[in-house]
């Protein structure tokens, strides 16, 4: 029997975060194409679908929210919830920079009026306590969000670009920055830097679309109303459907199975 040919997401996608010497600017890049192709198949294998519109600034929101998580410290469990207001709705992204994963998914249901659009940003690390901060930006689109979000938040200019062939970048102002010619950058200046600066690579890493949910975590998360209200979670029926909150992935729960993992996690 010949082994199974390695699936080529399982090393990831290569984030690219260089330094631009003498300019004191950061810049991480990459092209998302591939990892696209895992988040649609996520979408594929659990029978989802999202409106053109919201599918279109999900998918850049995870290239910028990625090259975020290329350009932190290994150590964290990133969180972000976007609030859009036009379009209305909300966009989830989460990744981990020690395991090197993203995932995310959109929430167009029942949104609440928030009324402006806002980031919310969640940061774990290990020994510290939970940071959370919130933005309020301008803006319809992600390059917004997020250049609001260093701005405001970690008191740090960035600028985002989209460098076409789903490739973007984003460049970071470092302390002594040169910052007219970090205003001034354009796409093209961006993707061809290395020809008029010195650049030095500084980080190569490879990110996977991966949430890490499965049945056993969704029933540790319905034990609770399991506990306190059976009937109300399974409204008479013998099953009920559960979106995972971070990726939607599609479980169905059978009040069974349900009831015997209650009473063995009750009787260990």
């Not at 290239?63 to 975020?68: C, E, G, V, Y």
């Not at 859009?84 to 949104?111: H, K, M, Y």
């Not at 701005?151 to 910052?179: N, T, V, W």
């Not at 979670?233 to 459907?241: I, P, R, Y």
Request: glycine share 8%.
């Amino acid at each position: 029997m010949q082994p199974e040919a390695p699936n080529p997401a399982d090393a990831g996608h290569e984030i690219a975060t260089d330094f631009v010497r003498h300019r004191n600017v950061l810049i991480a890049r990459g092209a998302f194409s591939e990892l696209y192709v895992d988040y649609y198949l996520h979408l594929a294998e659990h029978g989802l679908r999202n409106a053109d519109e919201h599918d279109a600034l999900f998918k850049e929101a995870l290239a910028l929210f990625t090259l975020h998580c290329a350009s932190r410290p290994p150590n964290e469990t990133i969180a972000w919830t976007l609030h859009f207001q036009e379009p209305f709705v909300n966009l989830f992204l989460g990744g981990d920079t020690e395991e090197s994963i993203v995932t995310g998914r959109v929430f167009a249901d029942d949104v609440k009026e928030m009324g402006s659009n806002r980031i919310y940003a969640d940061v774990a690390r290990p020994g510290r306590e939970l940071q959370r901060s919130m933005v309020s930006f301008d803006g319809s689109g992600a390059f917004a969000a997020i250049e609001a979000f260093y701005a405001k938040s970690e008191q740090l200019p960035a600028r985002c670009f989209d460098l076409g062939d789903e490739i973007y970048a984003i460049a970071f102002a470092h302390p002594d920055c040169d910052m007219p010619w970090f205003e001034s950058l354009t796409a093209e200046a961006i993707a061809r830097v290395g020809e008029s600066e010195t650049v030095v690579a500084m980080e190569r890493r490879m990110f996977r679309w991966r949430c890490g949910c499965n049945e056993r975590k969704i029933f540790e998360v319905l034990t609770p109303l399991m506990k306190q209200d059976p009937e109300g979670l399974f409204g008479g029926a013998d099953d009920v459907q559960v979106n995972c909150p971070r990726c939607a992935a599609r479980y169905r729960v059978t009040r069974t199975a349900l009831e015997a993992f209650v009473a063995g996690k009750s009787g260990g």
